[in-house]
């Protein structure tokens, strides 16, 4: 008998930054904002009197550690959690069942990710990652557990499986408690 399941995540729009490590994903235009700053007081300043001198090189480069950030550091970093989000809605995932074996929880102080497997694929995230999907370990009140029926839809990323929901067997979410 198929057992019933009950959706304990699931990827959804208003997740694009909901942590503080997700803020990490507007560094590079910080930087980029920064640098473009910087180098045009260091040219419009006291900086184009000098041309003599090599001081021109350092509005050249921050103009292009600016430029660098922006255009291409930035998109693709903020592109992540929309093209997972996009992945679901189109139902462009894959759906594995089974129990949860090879469960290998992270400590709560983190320093490596929480890792488990459902017949043959394997799955590893933290609370302190900055990917889209699940990443909501054990040890910091996660639902994942060694033994536990799930349902898992997720999409194969480059040396990884991105979880965008995951279902527990009704009869189990008991002892998640």
Same mark, same amino acid.
């Given at each position: 008998?198929?057992?019933?399941y009950?959706?304990?995540?699931?990827?959804?729009?208003?997740?694009a930054?909901?942590?503080?490590?997700d803020?990490?994903?507007i560094v590079p235009v910080?930087?980029?904002?920064?640098?473009?700053?910087?180098?045009?007081i260091?040219?419009f300043?006291?900086?184009?009197?000098h041309w003599?001198?090599p001081?021109?090189l350092?509005p050249?480069?921050?103009?292009?550690l600016?430029?660098l950030?922006?255009?291409?550091l930035?998109?693709?970093s #903020?592109?992540?959690?929309?093209d997972?989000?996009?992945?679901?809605?189109?139902?462009s995932?894959?759906? /594995? *069942?089974? =129990?949860?074996?090879d469960?290998?929880?992270?400590?709560?102080?983190?320093?490596k990710?929480?890792c488990f497997?459902v017949?043959?694929?394997?799955?590893?995230?933290?609370?302190?990652?900055?990917?889209?999907?699940?990443r909501?370990?054990?040890?910091h009140?996660?639902p994942i557990r060694?033994? #536990?029926?799930?349902?898992?839809?997720y999409?194969p990323?480059?040396r990884?499986?991105?979880i965008?929901r /995951? *279902?527990? =067997?009704?009869d189990?979410?008991?002892?998640l408690?």
């Amino acid at each position: 008998m198929t057992p019933h399941y009950v959706t304990v995540y699931q990827i959804s729009a208003d997740q694009a930054h909901s942590s503080f490590a997700d803020l990490v994903k507007i560094v590079p235009v910080v930087f980029g904002v920064v640098f473009l700053a910087l180098s045009l007081i260091f040219f419009f300043g006291k900086m184009r009197l000098h041309w003599k001198q090599p001081h021109w090189l350092v509005p050249i480069c921050l103009c292009t550690l600016g430029l660098l950030s922006l255009c291409i550091l930035a998109p693709r970093s #903020l592109r992540q959690d929309s093209d997972a989000l996009l992945a679901y809605q189109n139902g462009s995932y894959q759906v /594995i *069942e089974g =129990a949860v074996t090879d469960f290998d929880p992270m400590p709560y102080e983190g320093h490596k990710p929480e890792c488990f497997s459902v017949q043959d694929k394997r799955f590893c995230y933290s609370d302190y990652a900055i990917d889209p999907g699940f990443r909501n370990t054990a040890s910091h009140g996660g639902p994942i557990r060694s033994g #536990l029926q799930v349902r898992i839809a997720y999409k194969p990323v480059t040396r990884r499986n991105l979880i965008l929901r /995951i *279902e527990i =067997a009704k009869d189990q979410i008991a002892s998640l408690k």
